[in-house]
């Protein structure tokens, strides 16, 4: 078995193809928009505060969001997107925990980086896991992984109907979705 383009592995890369001559956005704007579609959750973290007496455990609602990072930000890819838990105002921001991040290479067409699977011609993406935390329950922020992916994918086919898809998980069902799904505030800006 090809691990790489194993279709349920959330961890196997994905490589889209799409068209050079093809008008629609890049993948890169494609994946920016995918996550901007992922919706807010809230989580439970079991946290203990310096300033309690006696020191114990407490629980607080933390907010799980996605942040994308491009240009320098995300360097070397092109577009990095980042899941993190943050705590509760008045905490400061380093308090954000990071569940998983992934980048995006875009190659130039006449590169052939992909061949023969994604022909000349073709711009690649390559969309990778690059960090992630697994928990007893498995991957950490895996629904929001798992839907990103399949959004990021559904874009480009939809905006590139001749892209070529390789590669990891890309379906999504409504059953993977585990987290309580909490809006963003009026002042929270995406």
Do not use: C
Not at 138 to 161: D, F, I, K, S
Request: glycine share 8%; proline share 9%; net charge neutral.
């Amino acid at each position: 078995m090809e691990t790489w383009n194993a279709p349920q592995s959330l961890f196997a890369p994905l490589v889209v193809g799409t068209p050079e001559e093809s008008s629609g956005m890049s993948g890169s704007r494609l994946l920016v928009k995918a996550a901007l579609r992922i919706p807010f959750a809230v989580t439970d973290m079991k946290v203990r505060r310096k300033s309690r007496l006696p020191k114990r455990m407490s629980d607080e609602w933390w907010d799980r969001r996605t942040t994308v990072f491009v240009g320098e930000g995300a360097a070397p890819h092109s577009v990095s997107v980042r899941l993190a838990d943050h705590p509760p105002p008045p905490a400061p921001v380093g308090l954000a925990s990071t569940q998983w991040r992934v980048g995006l290479y875009a190659l130039k067409s006449s590169s052939g980086a992909a061949a023969p699977a994604i022909p000349v011609g073709y711009t690649t993406y390559l969309l990778e896991l690059i960090t992630f935390r697994v928990g007893i329950q498995g991957l950490l922020g895996g629904p929001q992984l798992a839907l990103l992916r399949h959004l990021w994918v559904a874009m480009t086919l939809a905006e590139h109907p001749g892209a070529i898809v390789l590669g990891g998980q890309r379906d999504w069902s409504d059953e993977w979705w585990s987290e309580e799904i909490a809006p963003p505030t009026a002042d929270e800006e995406r």
